[in-house]
């Protein structure tokens, strides 16, 4: 079974410009989550998508946005770009067998896109 | 927001040696996750807690979730080289949502 696959690896960006990440779950996974990682702020959730609606939102400006399509494939954006932007950015899926409050089933984490803004 | 506090930031120890790590939160939760994160991967869940006072055990790794909902623990037995990396708790309130502690790193000599 393949893993959680984020795409691309790699990015350099600079200032104002906007940029798509891709996550693609394991099949079957319905819940896909978005988390950035820095060393100055840790993990720190984005949303959460399940059946291409929106579940739940972190604490992040309007600039951050994502989507899911009805293949659970997900995507996030973010516009203008600001330095600070900079981070690790990982995607999770799960099967999440429920919406909303529920018990939490096993999450599995992709390898991430480390986003750099100059 | 809803905050955890993780303790040790770091730890040093020797191969062989038990390993204690802890997370606590003025919020309540209804889930405790703990992950280990290796250089240039994603987090991996080690241990998944879903009732107050729950101990469980993976392999040489125990966790428990705290009676008051608000704290965890997890314990490494007879620590090995490749238990180095930084280890994560996380609590849930809403599944699909967690929120994550500043991390462990751990380093083990040999």
């Known amino acids: 079974k393949a893993g959680v696959t984020q795409t691309p690896r790699y990015l350099i960006k600079t200032r104002g410009q906007q940029v798509t990440l891709s996550c693609s779950p394991i099949s079957g996974h319905r819940s896909v989550s978005w988390y950035q990682q820095t060393p100055g702020q840790g993990l720190q959730f984005l949303f959460e998508?399940?059946?291409?609606?929106?579940?739940n939102k972190g604490n992040f400006p309007g600039r951050f946005s994502g989507r899911q399509f009805s293949n659970s494939r997900s995507e996030m954006n973010v516009s203008t770009l600001e330095l600070g932007d900079s981070a690790l950015y990982l995607c999770?899926?799960?099967?999440?067998?429920?919406?909303?409050?529920?018990?939490?089933?096993?999450?599995?984490f992709g390898q991430g896109t480390r986003l750099t803004v100059v | 927001g809803q905050q955890l506090n993780q303790s040790p930031q770091s730890m040093f120890i020797q191969e062989g040696e038990d390993v204690s790590m802890n997370c606590t939160s003025s919020s309540i939760f209804n889930t405790w996750l703990w992950y280990k994160q290796d250089p240039g991967e994603g987090p991996v869940l080690l241990i998944a807690l879903y009732k107050a006072g729950e101990l469980t055990s993976n392999g040489r790794l125990t966790a428990q979730f705290g009676i008051t909902r608000k704290d965890s623990f997890l314990n490494i037995s007879a620590s090995i080289p490749s238990d180095v990396g930084i280890y994560f708790c996380a609590g849930e309130r809403n599944a699909g949502k967690s929120t994550f502690g500043d991390g462990t790193t751990l380093t083990v000599k040999p």
């Open positions: 998508y399940f059946s291409e609606t929106q579940r």
């Open positions: 999770a899926s799960s099967q999440r067998v429920s919406g909303g409050l529920g018990r939490s089933t096993e999450a599995f």
